[in-house]
């Protein structure tokens, strides 16, 4: 078998974007080109294309277009969305989060504690998942905000987000999920959810880098986090992204259109993928609760190896993989997801994370069962005591 130019499976880091929206976009960087917010035609022509896109994002998740806010990617709306709810409430200054968040929350949830701010880190169950009486019981009177995200970006393990938003309202709190990575995968409806800020990233669903949006709903008071102009009603100033938030409404569109290949043709390809490893290749593991899960997520260990060399020599044969968030590569400690499930240091530094999209196809899942056993092998060969020593966690 021949080496591929690319077989990409880390679709959780970022997604390829879709010919569809760069088409959409390509208009307002040639022809398009004026400032949305100007007075005269060319740029409130240009402001009716802006605001479709905002119809187009509110249907994905079943809101209202006024309750949508563009940002600029996932993590400054899940800033923005704290940061609103402890300057509209100046005497709560509590946050509860998960101790598996995106470095989004939990590196500005420090940065609070800094401040003189006090956060709860709650900490999850060996297979990832949360035990919501003793979440329920972390929360507190001078709570300002819970946020909790949908769906891990390293395991795919979901949480029960629509019942966290219950027990919130429950305590006059206000809930936040980030909801990231969950567009195209599994339907949205922030009505039924009752979340108070719900954020999403562009690059997550086949739109470019470097667009987001955060949900508000119309109720909650609301403190922008980048003050200037009166641009998005005023809650975020900023001459707006037009070319990016254009791609971003047209990609919302074929997320909704691929709800039914990720949950069928994907969901097969992952699951085709993360048993044949698991039953071919000595001392795998899988990490995380099988279900609920995202459809197209696999995160496995391998006893023995570090994933950094595994990845190492799939990339040589063009697979794209990840250890981890692509937000903390470079990082020589193991995975802060990992650890919070109690996984020992070495077995954390083992793991892999596969991701697939609407993108791949059998071909791709061929190509890595072909190379990925033999690399485990080489691999293993180069320090044999060290995997007979180590047993992976019970359990697949």
Same mark, same amino acid.
């Given at each position: 078998?021949?080496?591929?130019?690319?077989?990409?499976?880390?679709?959780?880091?970022?997604?390829?974007?879709?010919?569809?929206?760069?088409?959409?976009?390509?208009?307002? /960087?040639?022809?398009?080109?004026?400032?949305?917010?100007?007075?005269?035609? /060319?740029?409130?022509?240009?402001?009716?294309?802006?605001?479709?896109?905002?119809?187009?994002?509110?249907?994905?998740?079943?809101?209202?277009?006024?309750?949508?806010?563009?940002?600029?990617?996932?993590?400054?709306?899940?800033?923005?969305?704290?940061?609103?709810?402890?300057?509209?409430?100046?005497?709560?200054?509590?946050?509860?989060?998960?101790?598996?968040?995106?470095?989004?929350?939990?590196?500005?949830?420090?940065?609070?504690?800094?401040?003189?701010?006090?956060?709860?880190? /709650?900490?999850?169950? $060996?297979?990832?998942?949360?035990?919501?009486?003793?979440?329920?019981?972390?929360?507190?009177?001078?709570?300002?905000?819970?946020?909790?995200?949908?769906?891990?970006?390293?395991?795919?393990?979901?949480?029960?987000?629509?019942?966290?938003?219950?027990?919130?309202?429950?305590?006059?709190?206000?809930?936040?999920?980030?909801?990231?990575?969950? $567009?195209?995968?599994?339907?949205?409806?922030?009505?039924?959810?009752?979340?108070?800020?719900?954020?999403?990233?562009?690059?997550?669903?086949?739109?470019?880098?470097?667009?987001?949006?955060?949900?508000?709903?119309?109720?909650?008071? /609301?403190?922008?986090?980048?003050?200037? @102009?009166?641009?998005?009603?005023?809650?975020?100033?900023?001459?707006?992204?037009? $070319?990016?938030?254009?791609?971003? @409404?047209?990609?919302?569109?074929?997320?909704? =259109?691929?709800?039914?290949?990720?949950?069928?043709?994907?969901?097969?390809?992952?699951?085709?993928?993360?048993?044949?490893?698991?039953?071919?290749?000595?001392?795998?593991?899988?990490?995380?609760?099988?279900?609920?899960?995202?459809?197209?997520?696999?995160?496995?260990?391998?006893?023995?190896?570090? =994933?950094?060399?595994?990845?190492?020599?799939?990339?040589?044969?063009?697979?794209?993989?990840?250890?981890?968030?692509?937000?903390?590569?470079?990082?020589?400690?193991?995975?802060?997801?990992?650890?919070?499930?109690?996984?020992?240091?070495?077995?954390?530094?083992?793991?892999?994370?596969?991701?697939?999209?609407?993108?791949?196809?059998?071909?791709?899942?061929?190509?890595?069962?072909?190379?990925? $056993?033999?690399?485990?092998?080489?691999?293993?060969?180069?320090?044999?005591?060290?995997?007979?020593?180590?047993?992976?966690?019970?359990?697949?």
């Amino acid at each position: 078998m021949e080496t591929r130019e690319l077989c990409y499976l880390d679709n959780n880091a970022t997604t390829r974007v879709a010919p569809e929206v760069t088409a959409a976009m390509l208009p307002f /960087f040639e022809k398009q080109w004026g400032n949305a917010s100007s007075a005269y035609s /060319f740029g409130s022509n240009v402001a009716k294309h802006l605001e479709k896109a905002r119809e187009q994002i509110a249907t994905l998740i079943n809101a209202d277009p006024r309750e949508i806010v563009f940002t600029s990617c996932g993590t400054e709306s899940t800033n923005t969305a704290i940061h609103s709810a402890l300057l509209t409430q100046p005497r709560k200054r509590h946050v509860l989060t998960t101790a598996v968040e995106h470095s989004a929350t939990l590196n500005y949830a420090r940065f609070l504690k800094g401040q003189g701010y006090e956060v709860t880190f /709650f900490p999850v169950e $060996p297979d990832g998942t949360l035990d919501l009486f003793l979440l329920e019981k972390s929360i507190r009177s001078d709570t300002a905000i819970v946020s909790v995200m949908w769906a891990n970006n390293e395991t795919g393990v979901l949480f029960p987000i629509d019942e966290i938003a219950a027990m919130c309202r429950s305590h006059e709190v206000q809930f936040h999920t980030d909801a990231v990575q969950v $567009p195209g995968k599994l339907p949205i409806d922030v009505r039924n959810i009752g979340s108070d800020y719900l954020s999403l990233s562009g690059h997550k669903l086949h739109a470019p880098k470097g667009i987001g949006i955060l949900h508000v709903k119309k109720q909650v008071k /609301f403190h922008p986090y980048i003050i200037g @102009g009166q641009q998005e009603r005023g809650r975020r100033g900023g001459t707006e992204n037009v $070319p990016y938030i254009v791609g971003f @409404g047209r990609a919302a569109e074929l997320a909704s =259109a691929s709800l039914n290949d990720e949950n069928t043709r994907v969901r097969k390809l992952r699951d085709r993928l993360e048993t044949a490893i698991l039953e071919t290749i000595p001392k795998t593991v899988r990490n995380g609760a099988r279900e609920p899960r995202l459809p197209n997520t696999a995160n496995i260990s391998f006893v023995g190896v570090e =994933a950094e060399a595994i990845l190492l020599l799939l990339d040589r044969v063009g697979i794209c993989a990840s250890s981890g968030s692509a937000c903390t590569t470079g990082s020589l400690k193991p995975s802060h997801v990992l650890t919070a499930m109690g996984l020992k240091p070495k077995l954390a530094q083992g793991a892999v994370r596969f991701s697939l999209g609407i993108y791949n196809t059998e071909k791709d899942v061929d190509y890595v069962l072909h190379h990925l $056993p033999g690399i485990i092998q080489k691999l293993r060969g180069l320090s044999p005591t060290s995997v007979a020593k180590q047993k992976p966690a019970a359990g697949k």
